[in-house]
């Protein structure tokens, strides 16, 4: 057990919906990472956020969006859903500030089935 | 970002040392060698990092040639539950200019590690 929680686990919706994702890192950390995984795109950065600001953004559609609130969760936001948005979306957490090259923490993921 | 090339599959049989290689032949001065690893219906994992020298920790050794254009990841004696997908990233040790920011993991398509009972 990593320590970050996500939820839901699994999401079946349908084309045109708008989806949350919802990540919890692990205690202390102030940095949250979100990540697509798909069969033909890999796994692929999509925004990380520290203490509530948006810090890099990686190949992130303009459907998506996401925060980081007070309590250091975050969410994900998937809007206009269309068939390619299916995926695992992982986040993961990180400690800031301290040294360069600390760990990332990944969730369990979220499965997303767009019909 | 530097890239990094692996093979695209390993095998190993249970008990015996594996050694999954990463070139990175672009690698610069600021880069941090890292590897996860994936196992089935999970998120990645954290594995080891390296900057120079090399590195051992619980799970596994990590070599780094002394150019810094390779590395090895050692697992000393493979069991079944270390089938998964590897992957060797370079992380930019600078972050940003704040010092908060240490970056996106790149994944490229990693290894895939079978272990053979």
């Known amino acids: 057990d990593s320590g970050v929680t996500q939820t839901p686990k699994h999401l079946i919706t349908a084309t045109g919906q708008r989806v949350t994702l919802r990540c919890s890192p692990r205690?202390?950390?102030?940095?949250v990472y979100w990540y697509q995984q798909s069969l033909d795109q890999g796994l692929q950065f999509l925004i990380q956020y520290y203490n509530g600001e948006e810090r890099a953004k990686g190949n992130i559609l303009e459907r998506f969006s996401a925060q980081q609130f007070p309590d250091l969760h975050s969410e994900l936001n998937l809007s206009s859903l269309e068939l390619g948005d299916s995926a695992l979306y992982f986040c993961?957490?990180?400690?800031?500030?301290?040294?360069?090259?600390?760990?990332?923490?990944f969730g369990p993921g979220t499965r997303l089935t767009v019909l | 970002d530097a890239k990094t090339t692996q093979p695209n599959s390993m095998e190993s049989n249970e008990e015996e040392p594996v050694h999954l290689p990463c070139n990175h032949s672009t690698i610069s001065g600021t880069d941090y060698i890292h590897w996860y690893r994936q196992l089935p219906s999970q998120g990645p994992e954290y594995v080891i990092h390296?900057?120079?020298s090399n590195v051992n920790n619980r799970m596994a050794s990590l070599a780094i040639a002394e150019d810094r254009k390779s590395s090895t990841l050692i697992l000393h004696r493979a069991t079944l539950r270390d089938a998964a997908v590897y992957y060797c990233i370079l992380r930019d040790g600078r972050g940003d200019a704040g010092g908060t920011s240490y970056g996106k993991l790149t994944f490229g398509q990693g290894t895939i590690l079978t272990v053979h009972p």
């Open positions: 390296g900057l120079t």
């Open positions: 205690s202390g950390d102030l940095s």
């Open positions: 993961a957490s990180s400690v800031a500030p301290r040294p360069p090259g600390s760990e990332q923490f």
